[in-house]
């Protein structure tokens, strides 16, 4: 539980940062800082309910996969046309040097909101062990959805994520979102 809500609070606060760069930005780095504003605001919102702070509402689940699927993939892509990094973009320029890798996680981005969609009526994992755990269970270090051993070691479908517990769908969801950011977004200056 622990390391998803570290990787929800960056998200989280990486949103708040990035509202005060969207200032000077025009054109399609605004439209992309838009979506990833966007798409913090819908970690924001569930957040709370994976850490118990929060009733669960899978409604509000369902919405913010919904957000995560409308910016995923292919819309994703295209809001990073070759040429528009720089100022005030974050965008490194290894989104376009690692094409492949960037389309790769926007694509997983796709299946795992799909995922975490179908996963919304399962409601949390009960207990805080095991698929949220540190150790060696199905989400544990090291065995992540982005490479690793075990049973997330390859990639899953949305059907196989949808029959998770939700806080386990919404792991790999917040995952995908950090290995997209720690490869691809310059820090917030």
């Known amino acids: 539980m622990k390391k998803t809500t570290v990787l929800a609070t960056l998200i989280a606060t990486s949103t708040a940062f990035a509202a005060l760069a969207h200032g000077g ?12 504003a966007d798409m913090g605001k819908a970690v924001k919102a569930i957040t709370p309910m994976m850490r118990g702070e929060t009733d669960y509402d899978a409604k509000v689940v369902r919405q913010a996969a919904a957000t995560f699927s ?3 993939g292919e819309s994703m892509t295209d809001l990073f046309p070759e040429g ?3 100022m005030p973009s974050e965008a490194k320029d290894a989104i ?10 926007a ?3 796709g299946i795992v909101s799909e995922g975490l969609a179908g996963a919304a009526d399962n409601g949390l994992m009960g207990g805080g062990s095991g ?5 060696s269970g199905m989400m ?3 065995s992540g959805m982005m490479g690793g051993s075990g049973a997330m070691g390859r990639a899953m479908t949305a059907a196989q994520i949808s029959e998770m517990p939700v806080d386990g769908a919404f792991t790999m969801l917040t995952q995908v979102c950090s290995a997209c950011h720690t490869q691809f977004r ?4």
Do not use: N, P
Request: no cysteine.
């Open 25 to 36: 930005a025009t054109g399609i780095v605004k439209e992309r800082m838009d979506a990833m």
């Open 70 to 72: 409308r910016h995923a």
């Open 84 to 86: 528009s990094g720089g």
């Open 96 to 105: 376009w040097s690692k094409w492949a890798e960037f389309s790769a996680l």
């Open 107 to 109: 694509g997983q981005l």
């Open 131 to 135: 698929m949220m755990g540190s150790g």
């Open 140 to 142: 544990g270090s090291g």
């Open 186 to 189: 310059a820090e917030s200056k």
